[in-house]
């Protein structure tokens, strides 16, 4: 006999990319052990009382930037009470995680430092700018199981940006060795000859940032990519997606026969450009804050499933950061506040995410629980070669799952939120639907308000490049 079980938990609706159903779940040595209608207390040494909840299996977000105000120790910690319990940073040379300036020993610190400090287990990408040695550093990245590299098609003044022939040989390599090419997909030069218009004009008030990153910007890029990746044969992702006209531009290279993955965000879902008119740089981020029809052009890619994922795209910034354009400034060497141009990238959105995608898509019916549950869970975990340990409860996957109380309403604010940075965009919403306890492989990470587990018992999670969606043959995203 097997003995005792450490969970059960007890009248929930266990939610799936297929479906819900009103199951007990139970839970041995940090894995789901069973599921079934009417599993006996007398099973678990814990039982857990879910009636009423929603038994959602543990959030992964495959796109956060843990190193502004949050290292990924509160970073982590943030995440936790937003319903979190897997988190894809991405980490480069640049990024000053003591790496000493080649991208393969700067993801090697990080991942000592989150075995350390984290509260929640991890994967990594890297990310390469014009300035890193890719090619050479991408095989060694690969042994140490990180699949996925992205690469900036912007920002060509800031040295991010990633010359297209490079890019290209990047592809290839990627393709040959069985890992995943990701681009922020905007045209950089076209960008910054809108910038300097403005620049020239003198129109540097918030108004004018968003005219200045059109969304055909963003869908010549994507097609440029999505180009230079069927050509090579290479698996594609492309981060942060916003513009109405990326939805029918993913299908057509989908139908193709590209392996191709779109992501969006809880941003894009949910507010405008209307947001950096009052609130500046605040609300400054790349891609920009688009129109009302951009949003619900992201929700119908999502529901329809030319998008695949929603992750954060979190860079948890306090209001000072935001003004400073180097992590090096010193404040009183902060730029002009009335400079939109001159203000950093990024916001908090993390813990936050599953609150507003459940909020504005499920109760404003836009999508369904289950397409829910595929875009923040499965297919993340599939993408990246974590599934099915991470993304879906079922026998013998990680018992990580959150218990969603799908009636409680309360309000998102700075007030609320557990990272360093001191304010949210999503400031005095009103939402309903909360995560009220988190457990990861098995232990209570956070119940109600409260951080049950110590940090530093996270796990680094090799991608698994032969289960990964993107390997030829490998499991379907839905």
């Not at 119940?447 to 490998?474: I, S």
Request: aromatic letters at 8%.
């Amino acid at each position: 006999m097997q003995g005792q079980a450490d969970l059960v938990v007890k009248g929930g609706l266990v939610v799936s990319g297929t479906g819900i159903g009103r199951l007990d779940l139970l839970v041995r040595d940090g894995k789901v052990a069973g599921l079934a209608p009417d599993i006996p207390l007398s099973e678990g040494q814990r039982a857990i009382e879910a009636s009423g909840a929603y038994v959602l299996p543990g959030i992964v977000d495959a796109h956060n930037h843990p190193v502004y105000a949050d290292r990924i120790e509160s970073f982590s910690r943030s995440c936790a009470f937003g319903g979190i319990t897997t988190v894809i940073p991405f980490i480069g040379a640049v990024r000053n995680w003591g790496g000493e300036g080649k991208t393969s020993a700067t993801v090697q610190a990080f991942i000592g430092e989150a075995r350390r400090t984290s509260y929640l287990d991890f994967s990594v990408h890297a990310v390469f700018t014009a300035q890193d040695a890719a090619e050479e550093e991408l095989p060694a990245l690969m042994d140490m199981g990180v699949i996925s590299f992205k690469c900036f098609m912007t920002y060509p003044r800031r040295g991010m940006m990633m010359p297209d022939d490079r890019l290209v040989r990047i592809m290839a390599l990627a393709a040959r060795l069985g890992g995943l090419c990701m681009v922020h997909a905007e045209n950089g030069f076209l960008i910054d000859h809108l910038v300097d218009g403005s620049l020239k004009q003198g129109q540097v008030d918030n108004e004018y940032y968003g005219p200045s990153q059109p969304t055909i910007a963003e869908a010549e890029a994507l097609f440029r990519a999505c180009t230079y990746a069927e050509v090579t044969g290479c698996p594609l992702y492309a981060v942060h997606l916003s513009a109405r006209e990326v939805p029918d531009l993913l299908r057509y290279f989908k139908r193709r026969g590209l392996r191709l993955f779109g992501e969006t965000c809880p941003q894009y879902l949910s507010l405008t450009n209307d947001e950096v008119v009052k609130h500046g740089a605040l609300a400054k981020i790349g891609p920009p804050l688009r129109a009302s029809e951009d949003v619900e052009a992201m929700w119908e890619g999502l529901r329809s499933g030319a998008l695949d994922t929603v992750a954060s795209d979190s860079c948890n910034m306090t209001r000072q950061q935001k003004r400073l354009l180097a992590g090096n400034m010193r404040p009183e060497e902060a730029p002009p506040a009335g400079n939109i141009f001159e203000a950093r990238f990024g916001a908090p959105w993390a813990e936050q995410m599953l609150s507003v995608v459940y909020h504005k898509g499920v109760n404003e019916g836009r999508i369904t629980l289950p397409r829910l549950v595929q875009a923040l869970c499965e297919n993340p975990a599939k993408v990246f070669g974590l599934y099915p340990r991470k993304g879906i409860l079922q026998p013998g996957s990680d018992a990580d799952f959150v218990l969603f109380d799908p009636f409680q309403a309360h309000t998102l604010g700075a007030a609320y939120q557990h990272t360093n940075s001191d304010y949210t965009p999503f400031e005095g919403w009103q939402v309903v639907g909360k995560p009220t306890l988190v457990v990861q492989r098995g232990q209570v990470v956070v119940e109600g308000e409260r951080l049950v587990r110590p940090r530093g018992q996270a796990e680094y999670l090799p991608g698994d490049k032969a289960a990964a969606a993107f390997a030829p043959g490998g499991v379907k995203v839905g």
